[in-house]
DNA sequence: CTAGGGTTAG
């Protein structure tokens, strides 16, 4: 558009800036920025609004804050949108002083700022704060009927915090429950190991006429993976394809993982060789974390080459490696480990 | 045209 000498207004910028803010690419959002100075648009609400989403989605916290900071009278989507920003990006007490402060200058929080604090909540498994939250939300609805994406980040937030029960009681008392707020609390039973919890949920999600999805799929091999139940998980790749949903690497992961566990490594190798992608580093940690568990150091140093050669390895797997090394790889290793100062493993092993 | 829910493993 702006080839064919067209300037953009308040609209595509907005829009553009969400795009960014989807797919991580902060580069584009900073030209965006620049074009709303150009544009003169840098006090329009949206623009501002729609750059702070931007930012904290790219992880940008600090220039998000520096805009919302320099805001005259940031309005509630302001406030919203730094709020789950930081929630997101785990910067909980900070998302949690932050609504505070918001109704300290007299805004009431509404659903949206309830779900950015449930997330920081649970980020934190701050059960007893979860359980204030969930008692003001009850208390705020007059007819008892919770918003389903409240109640859904509630379900989360209270199996995070190791509480089934409660998660299952608000997920009962919901009157429409939507596939997300199913996977919700099947995705709690995965996190707490709840094998039998998990299948009979499925189960009865199907016949309440809800489709798996596929992160439906990846709690239930989840779950497989963390209680051995090998045939069970090769049974959920051939249902997950039968609905057409092809397994992409996180399910693979979980197979993988599987193997791994049970000291596989050749099937697991198999597997990785008929994946139609190249594996990434964080396969490659679940193997290695499994070398330590077998004491396998000729594999792990082998996996730790593979590994090395995938330009996005990110600093995680050096921990991994550099655990593993200090029980059983030879100080010769050492050497090779400390040859990658310069990449992500300095700031990992200093 | 701006804010909110579920996503493996180590």
């Known amino acids: 558009m702006q080839k064919l000498g067209i300037s953009p207004n308040v609209i595509t910028i907005v829009c553009s800036l969400k795009a960014c803010g989807n797919t991580g690419n902060l580069s584009v959002g900073k030209k965006l920025h620049m074009d709303i100075i150009v544009e003169q648009l840098e006090g329009n609400p949206f623009a501002t609004n729609s750059l702070i989403y931007m930012y904290t989605k790219c992880g940008s916290l600090d220039e998000a804050w520096h805009i919302f900071e320099e805001m005259h009278s940031p309005d509630i989507i302001s406030w919203n949108s730094i709020i789950s920003g930081f929630a997101e990006q785990g910067e909980n007490e900070r998302a949690l002083a932050l609504s505070k402060q918001m109704q300290e200058q007299g805004l009431l929080p509404d659903n949206t700022t309830l779900v950015g604090v449930l997330k920081a909540v649970a980020n934190m498994e701050a059960f007893e704060h979860g359980r204030r939250l969930h008692a003001q939300v009850f208390h705020s609805c007059e007819d008892q009927s919770i918003d389903l994406i409240v109640a859904t980040a509630l379900v989360d937030m209270y199996c995070k915090c190791g509480s089934i029960v409660y998660a299952q009681q608000v997920f009962n008392k919901m009157e429409t429950k939507d596939y997300v707020l199913w996977t919700s609390l099947l995705t709690g039973y995965a996190q ?109 140093q082998y996996v730790f080459e593979c590994a090395v050669s995938d330009e996005e390895v990110e600093s995680a797997f050096f921990v991994v490696m550099s655990n593993l090394s200090s029980e059983f790889v030879s100080e010769e290793y050492e050497d090779v480990l400390h040859s990658c100062y310069g990449t992500s493993a300095s700031s990992s092993l200093l």
């Open 192 to 300: 707490q190991g709840y094998s039998d919890l998990l299948f009979q949920a499925y189960d009865s999600m199907k016949a309440h006429g809800l489709q798996p999805t596929a992160v439906t799929f990846l709690s239930l091999l989840n779950v497989c993976s963390h209680a051995g139940l090998i045939n069970s998980a090769y049974s959920i790749l051939e249902v997950m394809c039968g609905y057409g949903i092809e397994p992409d690497i996180k399910h693979l992961n979980c197979i993988v993982d599987l193997l791994g566990r049970s000291g596989q490594f050749f099937l697991a190798f198999a597997v990785l060789e008929r994946l139609p992608i190249k594996p990434t580093y964080i396969i490659w940690s679940t193997i290695l974390g499994h070398c330590r568990n077998h004491s396998i150091s000729e594999l792990a």
